[in-house]
Nanobody, 116 residues
């Protein structure tokens, strides 16, 4: 079955950096686009970034453009989210996502807290 596992996350100071990873299994990873979403306290989940199956097509939310970079390693079945110049408003639970066989699958989510 499809599994998405996101270790990492944590507490970082404003202006700092953090890299999230999401390890995928249960499907042919290299054939599917992958997404990152986030949900801040008392807010709806929002799209963060998307990467095409071969890594050649990228899309970002305006709020993270120029600060976040999504990438993938198809040999490791892993997608990454490099987050730079972090702001307190980036505090959220971050989850990776794949649309597979007509259904969306989600990782368990990882907490990112940006605070001094």
């Amino acid at each position: 079955q499809v599994q998405l596992v996101e270790p990492g996350g944590g507490l970082v100071q404003p202006g700092g950096s953090l890299r999230l990873s999401c390890a995928a299994s249960g499907f042919t990873f290299s054939s599917y686009a992958m997404n990152w979403y986030r949900q801040a306290p008392r807010k709806e989940r929002e799209f963060v970034a998307r990467i095409g199956s071969t890594g050649g097509w990228l899309n970002y939310a305006d709020s993270v453009k120029g600060r976040f970079t999504i990438s993938r390693d198809n040999a490791k079945n892993t997608v990454y989210l490099q987050m730079n110049s972090l702001k307190p408003e980036d505090t959220a639970v971050y989850s990776c996502n794949v649309l597979y066989s007509g259904r969306g699958y989600w990782g368990q989510g990882t907490q990112v807290t940006v605070s001094s």
